[in-house]
């Protein structure tokens, strides 16, 4: 099992930045995938699902309006575009794949893992 988060960096506020989450056909299987995120000395929260057909997305309060989430299932990749960074999203970025076809808000909701990708805005 693999997931690869990509697209992390270091961007000034204001800017914007898209992640990748690339993993296997077989690791996404029929279902949703979701991104969380976590600060230094925080726990790790929800950012944003979708489901397994696209069609449902959800998202953190902290990110609505800014963040869309997106699927492109030929090539098994789950995409998060931020825009209008700020200071407060500063964290490591972590997708995960969820053990059903619906999204998901909880960590509990999830059963595979990608290793993280950090994300800076400065301000």
């Known amino acids: 099992v693999q997931l690869q988060a990509s697209g992390g960096g270091l961007v000034q506020a204001g800017d914007s930045l898209r992640l990748s989450c690339a993993t296997s056909?077989?690791?996404?299987?029929?279902?949703?995938v979701g991104w969380f995120r976590q600060a230094p000395g925080k726990e790790r929260e929800f950012v944003a699902s979708?489901?397994?057909?696209?069609?449902?997305?959800y998202y953190g309060d902290p990110v609505k309006g800014r963040f869309t989430i997106s699927r492109e299932r030929a090539k098994n990749t789950v995409y998060l575009q931020m825009n209008n960074l700020k200071p407060e999203d500063t964290a490591v970025y972590y997708c995960?794949?969820?053990?059903?076809?619906?999204?998901?808000?909880?960590?509990?909701?999830?059963?595979?893992w990608g290793q993280g990708t950090q994300v800076t805005v400065s301000s």
């Open positions: 979708i489901s397994w057909s696209g069609d449902s997305t």
């Open positions: 056909k077989r690791t996404l299987s029929n279902n949703a």
């Open positions: 995960a794949v969820a053990y059903s076809a619906q999204v998901g808000l909880s960590r509990s909701a999830y059963r595979y």
